[in-house]
């Protein structure tokens, strides 16, 4: 059964894991900050006490930071609400009643430690210790100061709701990241299973390019009766072709020298091998083995069709790609003149070559020799670049909804009601009006965007000067004795509308924007000389709401460094996923063929490579030459062609004129696709004629939409008794020595 870690996606999890290190750093910097500056800007009933209350929580967050990113168990949550309730139940001794003072450094560190819990504990969790916590804070304000300015349900009511605030934040982002751990899983599913395809459709060639290379170049050879009887050399080439054709080389995720590969492969064969280049190549083993293959026809081919014992093989390491080219000076050939159909090294390098996106050329000409140039590409790791816009993306909208629902809540609950119960603060009302409109306004806007998903581009700036406009506005319009305080509620608040506007902005330059917006407020204060607030009141007033702004800016810093590091994971969570897939397909798709050659190609291998076989012997090389045939006629299947049967049925007929047997063929009429397993119905009949033909063959295919039909006409053995299935059926007439086969395929059989 998964785990909840394991169902949550890169994004979410580095999410939770970077929220926890913030929260715990966040609270850990502004709690200190907040309390050691009280003690030199406020005075308390007893400075001793004070000091070691304000020492003792400090150092109560260090560990308790330190045990959380340990992991240590849920105990260390109830001592740390045992010591915050404890803080808060001490104000009797480190606080003192001022009206004036805006607050006081126990209520910034109780509610910078609540609205952070939401990234360390679950959410009934939080509640009842937003409850727990709260409650103690208003039992130790009317203790330290009963019925006086300290004790009022105001704060209760904020310091909830901040709670809420900073959960509903909290929430926004982490269903972000979980949408974007969504997205990305679905691009990653699309992406695997086109990899597996593209890997498979690249494994199926290069197998067949493989067995071209060696079961079937030995079978024909032996076919052929090249072979006089039992040798050494054909034992062991029949030991490679088996392991060839039953398991890879090297393992696909190794990392190999090229040149090993090559040496390896150029020492079995006869020809002097002269080397040049670089000496050492370190590749993956999937682009070494494809380069070695490559070098290994190009070599066969030598051996078999230039005419030389001699050849040169060429390596060189360029920035992007590797370079191999075997080089000989034998009599060359037209590549120009190569039928389309045959299957050698003009087609199966190229194609091989360019599954792994490099290149291959032939270059020859009658009497000048021939160069293979085989190119392939260094692999560069795969940038996670569209998954990191995309996770970022995610992420700021999340954030920014979030932000936009704190704001409409600050101004529809908290704002509103401090402008309609201090009409008698204000020089004039309208002013007030049109300020909280104005910055509801700007919401909305940012909302609208959001909805929209379109960035404020360009508008960002005029409507940043807006709000600065609409904060001078509601600033000048309170009288100087309230200017600071409770009635001035634009003062801080109207900092929201600046987090919307630069959330995607660098962290210094939100902080300059935002901090420069107070500092206007602050200096327009200054100016009228007086103010609701002292200047302890003003540095506790304004350090509780900034640094929960400047904490979002933070927020969305890492948040944008978050997402390109998840981006990274969940690439290399994909590749690893994706190669596990690959695998197991590949293992699948392998097991299978293998076994399809376990009935034929396997035990004549199996006979050569352990001498029990004579390949002199007239059955053997019969055998050998039917085998040889049906894998030219599975190459051949693997091509784009118009005509799949007329392409396959020539693949046949070439391996039997290599075995010395004349074939003239005809064919006439127009024929439909017909699927592999018919095609390979109609043409077996017409492999097993010709790999005993004896002189002239004569070969036809003809057909319509409702029927098709292969026939030969040969001096043969008798042709093999077959049953009729997939629509087909043979019938066998026999005309003195000769044999006529016909294998006919119909739409609907009689």
Request: hydrophobic content about 50%.
């Amino acid at each position: 059964m998964a785990t909840a870690e394991a169902v949550r996606g890169s994004a979410e999890r580095a999410l939770l894991r970077q929220g926890m290190r913030y929260a715990l750093w966040l609270r850990l910097v502004l709690v200190a900050v907040s309390s050691l500056a009280s003690l030199f800007l406020a005075s308390a009933p007893n400075q001793a006490v004070t000091v070691a209350v304000v020492l003792g929580l400090n150092a109560w967050n260090v560990l308790y930071a330190f045990l959380r990113l340990r992991g240590t168990g849920p105990w260390v949550i109830l001592v740390d609400v045992a010591v915050i309730s404890g803080v808060c139940l001490s104000q009797v001794w480190t606080v003192t009643s001022d009206p004036r003072a805006g607050g006081t450094w126990v209520l910034i560190a109780m509610a910078i430690t609540l609205i952070t819990y939401p990234w360390l504990v679950g959410g009934r969790a939080l509640a009842v210790m937003t409850v727990v916590v709260v409650g103690l804070h208003y039992a130790g304000t009317w203790l330290a100061d009963p019925g006086g300015w300290l004790v009022s349900e105001a704060v209760v009511v904020w310091t909830a709701a901040e709670v809420l605030l900073s959960w509903g934040l909290y929430r926004f982002v982490r269903r972000s990241a979980h949408a974007a751990d969504r997205i990305v899983e679905r691009e990653e599913n699309a992406r695997r299973e086109a990899a597996v395809a593209g890997a498979r459709r690249a494994d199926e060639r290069e197998y067949l390019a493989a067995l071209h290379d060696t079961a079937s170049a030995t079978l024909l050879m032996v076919g052929a009766g090249v072979v006089a009887g039992r040798q050494r050399w054909l034992a062991d080439q029949a030991k490679r072709d088996l392991r060839e054709i039953s398991e890879p080389e090297v393992a696909p995720t190794a990392d190999v020298n090229l040149l090993d590969l090559l040496r390896e492969v150029a020492g079995h064969t006869p020809l002097r091998i002269s080397w040049r280049g670089a000496e050492s190549v370190r590749l993956p083993a999937v682009d070494a083995v494809l380069l070695s293959r490559g070098v290994r026809e190009a070599l066969t081919n030598v051996v078999r069709h230039a005419g030389t014992d001699a050849a040169e093989v060429h390596v060189r390491l360029g920035d992007d790609a590797v370079t191999v080219e075997v080089v000989d000076s034998g009599k060359g050939f037209a590549a120009d003149q190569v039928p389309d159909h045959r299957y050698g090294v003009t087609r199966s390098l190229v194609e091989r070559m360019s599954r792994a996106g490099g290149s291959a050329e032939v270059v020859s000409r009658p009497g000048s020799g021939t160069t293979v140039r085989m190119t392939c590409p260094l692999r560069r790791t795969e940038p996670a670049d569209d998954d990191a816009k995309m996770i970022g993306t995610s992420f700021q909208r999340g954030l920014r909804w979030g932000v936009v629902v704190m704001s409409l809540a600050i101004l529809l609950f908290l704002d509103l009601p401090r402008l309609l119960a201090s009409r008698d603060a204000y020089l004039a009302l309208w002013p007030q009006y049109v300020t909280w409109l104005g910055l509801l306004g700007v919401t909305l806007v940012v909302a609208g965007a959001t909805w929209r998903n379109k960035p404020l581009g360009r508008w960002r700036w005029p409507l940043v000067a807006v709000v600065f406009a609409l904060s001078v506005l509601g600033a000048v319009s309170v009288r100087p004795e309230y200017r600071l305080g409770p009635a001035h509620w634009s003062e801080g608040d109207a900092g929201w509308q600046v987090v919307l506007l630069m959330l995607d902005s660098r962290v210094v330059v939100f902080a300059v924007v935002l901090v420069a917006q107070y500092l206007m407020t602050f200096g327009l204060a200054a100016l009228a000389g007086q103010a609701a607030l002292t200047v302890a009141g003003v540095v506790n007033a304004t350090w509780a709401v900034l640094t929960y702004q400047l904490a979002i800016a933070m927020i969305a810093a890492v948040l944008r460094e978050l997402a390109v590091t998840s981006a990274k994971v969940a690439r290399a969570e994909e590749q690893l996923r994706t190669a596990e897939a690959v695998a197991q397909q590949l293992h699948q798709d392998r097991k299978r063929r293998y076994a399809e050659l376990g009935q034929t190609t396997v035990p004549l291998l199996q006979g050569l490579a352990s001498g029990d076989l004579d390949p002199a012997a007239e059955p053997v090389r019969r055998s050998c030459a039917v085998e040889a045939a049906r894998m030219r006629r599975l190459f051949a299947e693997g091509s784009t062609v118009a005509d799949p049967l007329l392409h396959e049925l020539r693949a046949c007929i070439e391996t039997a004129e290599r075995l010395g047997v004349p074939v003239s063929f005809a064919e006439r009429g127009s024929r439909p696709r017909l699927p592999a397993q018919v095609r390979r119905r109609l043409t077996e009949p017409t492999i097993a004629a010709l790999s005993t033909a004896r002189g002239k063959a004569r070969v036809t295919v003809a057909g319509n939409s409702e029927t098709v039909t292969v026939s030969v006409i040969a001096e043969c053995e008798p042709p093999p008794s077959t049953v009729d299935s997939d629509g087909v059926s043979v019938s066998v007439l026999r005309n003195g020595a000769r044999w006529w086969i016909q294998a006919t395929w119909r739409s609907h059989p009689e």
